[in-house]
């Protein structure tokens, strides 16, 4: 299962630490999903999503205002009781001494965040479901072509890295070469990425490494890419049948989401920047509706059926 360091979360969503006394850099959080504890103030704990990140709006905390010291101090003591991950007030809601207090006695740490509840709920949940997604880690080269992420596959030494410089050239993005890790963020959607030691370089063998950030501009680099189009580039086979009209899509599979997939052979003279960017083309223009074999294939049989009628 995937984690998140309590202190990156910490970090990327900026929040204030209201119990620096508690260590909070070894908890973790494992699920993406947030919870207001609505119904736990009022002292129903059936069913209490203790393992995920609490979130304190003002509804909630206009609610404990309302509430008597004694009473108060009781939801409190129970509320944390539980083993949650952290809590969070939100529009810089200032919590009460004794919740701080019971925090630090029971390492519970306690954040603040300047963010309005729904504003803040949208993106941290966002940025979880990126962080925790199932992850897996493949042999290839993830580049942004006009929008479309391909990611090229292959044999090694089979020509992967240069077609992307050639398309880093040509004004297209590396998002990453050699090594693309792929999370699925969604039921729909692969994202992937580029490990941190390996971000931004190109490997060219007779060469070496480039760095391709410092080299041709930040234009030319981006962080994540959506996974749209799979190429896979192989050695041309005189004896192999390869598809020449496409009607029919074939397919390869990460973490169960199927990924339409092309099969490319490689052989002297044939320019695979240009080739893969109209493969790109192609299938946004097959996105959007349009689809150029299907038309040919209604062209002709619109022709036939006129010959037919003719005789």
Not at 11 to 30: A, C, G, R, S, Y
Not at 242 to 261: M, N, P
Request: net charge negative; proline share 3%.
């Amino acid at each position: 299962m995937n984690t998140v360091k309590m202190s990156k979360v910490v970090e990327k969503m900026n929040l204030k630490d209201l119990t620096p006394d508690v260590d909070h850099i070894e908890k973790q959080v494992k699920l993406p999903d947030i919870n207001r504890p609505a119904l736990q103030l009022t002292g129903y704990f059936d069913h209490f999503a203790s393992e995920r990140v609490q979130v304190i709006g003002y509804v909630e905390y206009s609610f404990l205002q309302m509430l008597d010291e004694e009473k108060k101090k009781e939801v409190y003591k129970t509320f944390l009781s539980y083993e949650i991950p952290c809590l969070i007030f939100c529009r810089s809601l200032q919590p009460d001494e004794f919740l701080l207090a019971e925090a630090n006695k029971r390492n519970i740490p306690v954040f603040s965040t300047d963010k309005k509840t729904s504003q803040f709920m949208a993106e941290i949940i966002r940025w979880l479901n990126v962080e925790l997604a199932p992850c897996i880690s493949i042999h290839g080269v993830l580049v942004d072509v006009y929008g479309v992420g391909v990611l090229i596959m292959g044999e090694s030494g089979i020509g992967k890295s240069e077609a992307a410089l050639e398309l880093i050239k040509r004004g297209h993005r590396l998002v990453s070469d050699d090594v693309v890790e792929i999370r699925k963020v969604s039921d729909e959607t692969l994202v992937g990425s580029a490990p941190d030691i390996t971000k931004h370089f190109i490997e060219l063998r007779g060469i070496g490494i480039v760095d391709v950030k410092n080299l041709f501009g930040v234009l030319s680099v981006r962080e994540t890419q959506n996974i749209d189009l799979v190429i896979t580039l192989e050695d041309w086979d005189r004896d192999k049948e390869y598809d020449r009209l496409g009607l029919e899509e074939q397919h390869t599979e990460f973490l169960g989401k199927k990924v339409v997939c092309h099969q490319l052979p490689i052989r002297p003279g044939r320019n695979l920047a240009i080739i893969v960017e109209t493969a790109a083309i192609n299938h946004r223009q097959k996105s959007m509706g349009y689809n150029a074999a299907q038309e040919l294939y209604r062209r002709v049989q619109a022709n036939l059926a006129k010959k037919d009628y003719s005789i």
